[in-house]
């Protein structure tokens, strides 16, 4: 690349690596940058340590890390699932219930509940 100054966005493509991963590391003091009004120009050179910039990845370890993360996002959506439907179910047996008590009362215990809440 030589030395110079480049883009954040023309960084990240020569790393393969994301645009926000960039702002992180010159946020954290890893890499020397400076404002060129809106955007971030960071310095760079030959000498530039490895160290200081996330190892690259090719295609294939990213979509297996993409299918590990699909794959943890669809527990947690089964996960959820199963608990709205047992929140369901306990709203259904709790409305049941009400209805049965409901049902078990006099109808003197009804038309007195009435009488007494309309005074």
């Known amino acids: 690349m030589g030395q110079g100054w480049v883009t954040v966005k023309q960084l990240a493509q020569v790393r393969n690596c994301s645009e926000r991963l960039i702002i992180k590391q010159i946020q954290s ?31 294939s370890e990213l979509i297996a890390v993409l299918k590990k993360q699909l794959e943890e996002k669809d527990q947690q959506i089964n996960q959820q699932q199963a608990i709205i439907m047992q929140l369901s179910r306990n709203q259904q047996l709790m409305l049941e219930s009400a209805e049965q008590k409901k049902a078990r009362q006099s109808w003197w215990s009804r038309l007195w509940k009435k009488d007494h809440h309309q005074e």
């Open 29 to 59: 003091g890893k890499l020397t940058a400076k404002r060129d009004g809106k955007r971030w120009l960071i310095q760079i050179d030959d000498t530039e340590s490895e160290q200081d910039s996330e190892p690259m990845r090719n295609d």
